[in-house]
Each structure stands twice: as structure tokens, then as C-alpha cells.
Nanobody, 125 residues
């Protein structure tokens, strides 16, 4: 059974850090580009970051550049999103997703084949 499971969300103060994990079962992440998306209440789903399988290239939304970092552990079949200097506007449900091919751009959510259930990140004092 193909499954993506996110973990690591929670409540953090502004300026703090969290690391989200995206673990896969039933398929190998090596063959997929992995994206992180987020959705805040009343807002559209937004592409946050992506790591490509071919060469490990990473991509980031302007709003998180310099603060968020994606990485991978192929042995664990897991991808990570390290989030530093968190802001209140980073509050959202975060989803990881897997795309076999990206034809129209990493931040286009319709490109992705599999999705996790999401993990809540709340940045508040």
C-alpha cells in the first residue's frame, strides 16, 4: 500500500524551529520528486519546497528561502523539512507529496501523485 506519513508538527514560538519528516511506505522516494505544501485556513494550498530525485536539487518559495531547508535520507526512505526562524504566517497544515514527473513546475500541486495526511504547524507566543 502506497503511503506518505508526515510527522514533527506542533506548537512553536516565533523565531523557533521545527523539523518535519515525510516517510514513505509501499514505494521508493528515490524515484519521485518530493514537495512540501501548506494550507492555512481560508487560503489556497501553497508550494513551500521541493527536492528532485534526479540530482537532489532543491527549490523554495520566496517566503521561506533562507529559513527552510529540505534534505533526504534514502536509506530511511524519508525526506525532511527543517524550518528555522518561524513566523506566525508559517502557521498551516503542512503536507508532503510525491510526483513521478514534474512537467509544469514543482509548486503546482496537481503534478503530485501521492499525498500525506498533513501535520499541523502553529507558530504563536
Amino acid at each position: 500500500q502506497v503511503q506518505l506519513v508526515e510527522s514533527g508538527g506542533g506548537l512553536v514560538q516565533p523565531g523557533g524551529s521545527l523539523t518535519l519528516s515525510c516517510a514513505a511506505s509501499g514505494f521508493t522516494l528515490d524515484d519521485y520528486a518530493i514537495g512540501w505544501f501548506r494550507q492555512a485556513p481560508g487560503k489556497e494550498r501553497e508550494g513551500v519546497s521541493c527536492i528532485k530525485s534526479s540530482d537532489g536539487s532543491t527549490y523554495y518559495a520566496d517566503s521561506v528561502k533562507g529559513r527552510f531547508t529540505m534534505s533526504r535520507d534514502n536509506a530511511k526512505n524519508t525526506r525532511y523539512l527543517q524550518m528555522n526562524k518561524l513566523k506566525a504566517e508559517d502557521t498551516a497544515v503542512y503536507y508532503c507529496a510525491a510526483a513521478r514527473r514534474l512537467l509544469y513546475g514543482w509548486s503546482t500541486y496537481t503534478e503530485y501523485d501521492y499525498w500525506g495526511q498533513g501535520t499541523q504547524v502553529t507558530v504563536s507566543s
